[in-house]
């Protein structure tokens, strides 16, 4: 019924926005829902509002959660959003709306869900300027840790697995805005968490990469996060896997003293003995 009352009022913003708002509490946290949206066309119905009203900053925060809530529902339907068009959409959303906070923080949101684990998604992303997007609305929203931490983890998922896109992603300046957004926000523990997995990706089984990071200051700043935030597990562990993947490039023993106090300190954590684990 809604995707009917959208498909027959196209050129009526506020009936699309309020369709768009319908579907997406229908599907949010979802599963049933979200394959009815995908089956019944009303995704694309969604995407087609998109992308015939790119001004309107509420629908297109509202289109993109449908796009985040229906990827993050299972990679079949990650990989059916994609296929009709989630990616372009949440991109355009974000570079027609570079001020808004909302379709920002939405817009990442759905390009986050759509990057991980898939690398076709992963190179569409960064085909389409997603990098350099993603880096404008960290650098515009510099004082938003929400956005700094949503930008972060684009950041993380399209890098974990190629070597290509953490190159690409280092050539436009991602370590140095990982690192900002660490620095603007220090008693933030979830910008630290997400800034030291960010550059962990962005390292991963890259020798030149650890040397660059190494030498920016990575270093440094997982230091700086673990000692500020030292009851943190997930601080603790997102920065060993750092400190762990950049050892080769530490020439003292401060990591390995920081390691050994978070293992201490988190004994009770598996995740963080683990991540300590040669750190």
């Not at 404008?136 to 974990?160: F, K, M, W, Y």
Request: hydrophobic letters at 45%; proline letters at 2%.
């Amino acid at each position: 019924a809604v995707a009917a009352a959208m498909a027959a009022h196209a050129a009526s913003a506020p009936v699309q926005l309020a369709g768009t708002r319908a579907l997406e509490r229908l599907c949010n946290g979802h599963a049933a829902n979200v394959h009815l949206l995908l089956e019944t066309g009303a995704l694309s119905s969604v995407l087609a509002s998109m992308e015939r009203f790119p001004c309107e900053e509420g629908l297109l925060g509202l289109g993109c959660m449908v796009i985040r809530n229906a990827t993050a529902c299972d990679a079949k339907c990650q990989a059916k959003v994609a296929q009709l068009g989630g990616i372009q959409a949440a991109l355009q959303a974000i570079s027609a709306n570079s001020a808004e906070v909302s379709v920002q923080d939405a817009g990442l949101r759905a390009l986050r869900e759509l990057a991980a684990y898939d690398s076709s998604n992963q190179d569409e992303i960064v085909r389409g300027g997603g990098v350099q997007l993603t880096l404008r609305a960290a650098e515009r929203h510099a004082d938003v840790p929400s956005i700094q931490v949503l930008a972060c983890g684009v950041l993380r998922n399209l890098t974990a697995m190629s070597a290509q896109h953490q190159e690409a992603v280092l050539s436009h300046g991602g370590a140095e805005a990982v690192l900002r957004a660490m620095g603007g926000h220090p008693e933030s523990s979830v910008v630290q968490q997400a800034g030291c997995w960010a550059l962990f990706c962005l390292c991963v089984h890259n020798t030149e990469s650890q040397r660059l990071l190494a030498a920016g200051g990575s270093v440094e700043a997982a230091l700086g996060a673990m000692n500020r935030h030292r009851c943190d597990a997930k601080v603790q562990e997102a920065a060993c896997w750092l400190l762990k993947e950049l050892a080769a490039q530490i020439g003292d023993a401060s990591a390995t003293q920081a390691a050994q106090r978070a293992a201490a300190t988190h004994g009770a954590s598996p995740a963080v003995r683990t991540a300590a684990e040669g750190a």
